[in-house]
């Protein structure tokens, strides 16, 4: 029995590819790019898009629950943005030649990842400031980055993308600092999310440099401009003033500020968490996915309809030219 592998590469195209990337030019969907490329795009794409959509579920459960009708407008708003964010990146992954039915199926079979941070529950109101202070704080610093990443669509979609990230991390922020400045229940609520958020989030990164299988290609195709652990250590260096400054503090005992290197060094992460996490082992990765797989199946009149009009209309504009 034989086994039918993928065609070589075409190594004159290569070289060119190459060349154009270490110019610092802009791959752009009619351009030639190498098969991996492109696959390794789909993956990262699709992994964020489906990222935005999981990520609204976590914060979606609060909207109701939001303590005033402003925290209920500003909560409603930042939900319907990570909606936004999802579509963006859907558009782009499909200038891949992938469609877009393809990527929901992959992530409602579990055979597509999204970030392991919203594997995690929402158990008090304060958690929806925490996570926008860490979560969308950590997304801003990974999509910076990637607002100058080598493929053209990707790179275009963060820049708006980001500009709206950062009004949910002020957003998530400002809620903490209300907090920890009140009650002392109200300063114990909030300390509490941040003991229970802070690792995952800076788990959000992904694994460390040399534990990364994907991060060496991904930085020699520009696709990612730095690594996993500096992205996690701007993060960190960004955060803990942050905390100071609303006199909250982070769980880690080995935490100090190197004033050499001008870091603060952070104590171990327990991988074997996170491993158990994307293994689909988290505290909620069954829920979510439930979740989404209910809203998929709720949704199939909508997208029934949707088909049946552009029917329709193919057999006006077909009956018009005949």
């Known amino acids: ?42 993956r990262m794409m699709s992994q964020h898009a489906h990222s935005e959509i ?48 393809e990527l929901v199926d992959q992530l409602l079979t579990g055979k597509a990842k999204y970030s392991s941070i919203f594997n995690y529950p929402t158990l008090t109101w304060a958690d929806i400031g925490v996570i926008g202070w860490f979560v969308d ?37 400002e809620i903490c600092s209300v907090l920890s400045n009140g009650t002392p229940a109200q300063k114990a609520m909030v300390q509490d999310a941040v003991n229970r958020w802070w690792w995952p989030s800076l788990m959000m990164f992904g694994p460390s440099d040399a534990a990364s299988p994907n991060s060496a290609e991904l930085m020699r195709w520009r696709v990612k401009k730095e690594t996993n652990d500096a992205l996690r250590q701007r993060f960190v260096n960004l955060t803990i003033p942050q905390a100071l400054a609303i006199n909250l503090t982070v769980p880690d005992p080995g935490l100090r500020y190197d004033a050499e290197t001008e870091n603060w060094e952070f104590g171990a992460i327990d ?52």
């Open 137 to 173: 704080g950590a997304a801003i610093v990974n999509q910076t980055m990637l607002a100058k990443t080598s493929y053209g669509p990707y790179a275009r979609a963060m820049i708006r993308i980001c500009k709206e990230e950062n009004f949910h991390k002020r957003q998530g922020y």
């Open 1 to 42: 029995m034989s086994m039918t592998t993928a065609p070589a590469e075409d190594p004159t195209k290569l070289a060119e590819f190459e060349s154009r990337l270490n110019a610092g030019e802009t791959i752009e969907p009619k351009d030639w790019m190498p098969e991996k490329y492109r696959k390794q795009l789909i």
């Open 271 to 322: 991988w074997s968490e996170f491993q158990q996490v994307i293994a689909g082992n988290g505290p909620c990765n069954r829920e979510r996915l439930a979740a989404r797989r209910k809203a998929h199946d709720d949704g199939a009149w909508v997208r029934e309809a949707a088909e049946a009009h552009a029917a329709r209309q193919a057999a006006k504009a077909q009956s018009s030219a005949a």
């Open 54 to 101: 999981v990520g609204m579920l976590p914060e979606g459960n609060w909207i109701t629950r939001a303590p005033s009708l402003r925290r209920k407008m500003v909560l409603l708003a930042k939900v319907q943005d990570e909606a936004g964010h999802g579509l963006y990146i859907y558009c782009g992954t499909e200038t891949l030649n992938v469609s877009r039915e």
